[in-house]
């Protein structure tokens, strides 16, 4: 019995422990970095365990922040690859201190994680080969259509599927270059993404004109960083840097270089200008879900 107390109470202080992220990056000297490997210009790997993007290295610039907060000399940055399915368990069990790549801030993933201000609003759309003829949702009925296993989308998917009577086959990719290669193969007509992740991947393609963004806009969501719950110093800490990055006007000069200007490995551009949503994002900060950017 006492032993079982014991457990319990070491699990205890390993849980306050873990819930102070500040606490637990001064005491360790590092902190870790979750990222995506196909998340468009938001966050994508280099190779040889780099990784670059925009929400990449607006975190880097957040870590720094913080690093000078708690007036440490070094801090070691630990780069965890995630995946749709897996980035809410990494950030809830502590593998991944700070996650930076395409997650929407909605209002069941508040309940198990917190998110900084929207850094990005994203608009969902359809890629399509420039040859389909597709141009709408209406016309994929009878297709397949990919999307990526743990995303929004699939559900985004599912209720225009009932609203407009359009019957099509779901098709799964692991990760969005998984996805983009369904319908690059043919194995799929049609890919519902994020726009920005559409553009990345038809940018790094190897004949870009072949596939173009189509259709109706699915839905607008707000893209944020994502924290542990329940941490509001660390909260504040994140949330203050990237303010400061807004106010200043640094988010819209990184947002240049990652999504206006040719960048690595490639050397392409995505070529997608920041949406009104995204701008009004920046002069008003705010950790909106989903769901209260649909009311509007």
Known sequence: MKKSLL???????AGAVQANTLSKIKESGAVSMGVRESSGALSYTL????FAGFHTEICQRVLADIQKKLGMAKLDIKY?????QNRIPLVQNGTVDIECGSTTNNATRQKDVSFAVTTYVEEVRIAVKANSGITSIAQ???KKVATTTGTTSVQLLRKH???AGVNFEEVFGKDHSDSFLLMESGRADAFVMDGQILAGNIAKSKNPADFRIVGEVLAVEPIAIMIRKDDPAFKKAVDDSIIAMMKSGEIAKLYDKWFMQPIPPSNTKVGLPASEATKAAWANPNDKPVEEYAKK
């Open 7 to 13: 457990v319990v109470a070491a699990l205890l202080a």
């Open 47 to 50: 190779g040889d365990g780099k």
């Open 80 to 84: 965890q690859p995630v995946t749709s």
């Open 140 to 142: 994929l009925a009878g």
């Open 161 to 163: 599927e009932r609203g």
